[in-house]
Each structure stands twice: as C-alpha cells, then as structure tokens.
C-alpha cells in the first residue's frame, strides 16, 4: 500500500491531467454543460421532498422547511457517492487502450474518476450553499464538522471505486451489478427520510456506513447539533479499513490487468 502511495505521489501530475481529461470528456458537446452537476441533486431533492410531504400526511403533520433543507443537504453528497462509484468502477474498462498500451500505475484511473467528480461536488454544493442562506438556516461552530464527514465520504466512495475498479476486470458482471445496487441505494440510505421514523430498527439504517455521515451533515448544518460520534467513528474505522484492503488487493491484481482486458 505504501508503495502504490508513493507511486501515485511521483505521478501527480499525471493523476491531474487524467482528472482533467474526464472533465472535458463528461462535459464534451454537453448543450448544459456544467449545469449537469446540480442536475442529479435537484432531481433528488424534487422526488424526496414528494416522499417527506408524504410521509408528513400519513403522520397528520405538514411539510416543514427543515424536512426540505434535509433532503437538500443530503442529496449532494449523495450524488456526489452515486456518480463517484458509477464511473470509478468503469474506469478502467473505459480506459483498455491505455491500460494495455502504456505503463503508468493503474491507480490513476479510478483516481482520476472520483477526482473528477468532486467538481460537480463542488458546484452543487454552492449550490446549496446559497439555497440555506436564502432559507436562513444559519451557521455554527458545528459546521467545523464538515471536513471529517465530506473527507470520509470521499475516500469510503474512493475505496469502493479503486476495489470494484480491478474487480469489474475479471467479472464484468460486477458493472452491473454496482449500477442496481446504487439504484436502489437510496432506499436503505437515510436521504429522503430521518432513521428515527423507524424506531428501534434505525440503527439498522446506519449500519450502512455512508448513513452516518449524511446524518452527521444534516446535524450539523441544519440543526446546529454535534454528529452521534459511536456512529462517525464507525464510518471512519469502516473507510479506513476498507482503503487499506482496496489498495492492498488492487495492487496485488494489477500484474493480471492486461490479459484480462
């Protein structure tokens, strides 16, 4: 593992170049252009402001402004986790010609498919920025929270796509099977609703180590509390294992890429 970090750490440059060559390839002929990156956000919040209005009348209640800034800031870094896993599987399939053509670490490209989806991360979280300030959510020393939740989504979403990556070359299967997996996804994953309205079984939902961490976000940004720290500790120990054991097995299947493309 330290090796392929010093690896990756010579080659920066070129990790940037390939992150900047998915950009331009996502964004190539696009009539919307860079307006993409809200898309998939809005699209998420629309449909989970449907199913929180909905779950408010079977209650008796009304819709609130906090359910609506819930789904919001939960939808980005969802999206963000989605689109991150999608194309950081495929990436090295969609790149053979140059797996099997030119020596560089193959890390770079799974690398390079997260990498650039933390643009359209960027994008729509000012997004939603400028969305809690119109709806006067405020501000907090809990926002100080945000860098550990944001960091240990983005390496549990790199650890997944660098693992899936080597492994949708010798099963391809595994493509499709990530693409339904992320399309139910979000059913089991506390976005359009808070875990609470499951009672004794939320804990179930936050098994799911991602789960935490948008409710960790929601806490802290909407309302203005400290994250369940047993639970972010558990997602943190969760990506750091999960790392350690993507690039302990992508290095140890890289030899093999070749023939198997």
């Known amino acids: 593992m330290i090796q392929a970090i010093r690896e990756l750490w010579a080659r920066r440059d070129l990790l940037m170049i390939m992150s900047w060559r998915e950009i331009k390839v996502k964004y190539k002929q696009s009539v919307m252009g860079i307006l993409w990156a809200v898309l998939m956000p809005i699209a998420i919040v629309c449909s989970g402001i449907i199913v929180r209005f909905a779950l408010a009348s079977v209650q008796g209640k009304s819709l609130q402004l906090d359910d609506v800034l819930e ?34 670490p193959r890390l770079i490209f799974p690398l390079a ?20 300030a119109i709806a006067g959510a405020g ?80 806490s802290v940004v909407i309302r203005h509390q400290s994250p369940s720290l047993p639970w972010i500790s558990y997602s943190c120990v969760v990506a750091v294992v999960l ?11 890289e030899p093999f890429f070749a023939e198997s493309i």
């Not at 896993?85 to 990436?91: E, N, P, V, Y």
């Not at 693409?179 to 179930?204: H, R």
């Not at 790392?243 to 299947?253: G, N, Q, W």
Request: aromatic share 14%; hydrophobic share 60%.
């Open 139 to 218: 501000v907090s020393t809990q926002l100080l929270w945000l860098p550990l939740l944001i960091g240990t989504l983005i390496v549990l979403a790199t650890s997944l796509a660098i693992l899936f990556s080597a492994a949708s070359l010798f099963l391809r299967d595994v493509k499709f099977l990530v693409d339904v997996f992320l399309t139910f996804a979000i059913f089991f994953t506390p976005v359009y609703y808070d875990p609470a309205l499951f009672g004794k079984y939320a804990p179930l939902l936050l098994v799911n180590p991602v789960s935490p961490l948008l409710e960790g976000i929601a």
């Open 71 to 104: 789904v919001a800031v939960k939808a980005t870094p969802w999206a963000f986790f989605v689109n991150a896993l999608r194309f950081g599987t495929s990436s090295l399939i969609n790149s053979a010609h140059l797996v099997t053509k030119i020596y560089l």
């Open 113 to 132: 498919s997260v990498s650039s989806q933390m643009l359209d991360f960027a994008i729509s979280s000012v997004g939603i920025t400028l969305f809690l």
């Open 243 to 253: 790392l350690v054991t993507s690039l302990t097995s992508f290095k140890k299947l």
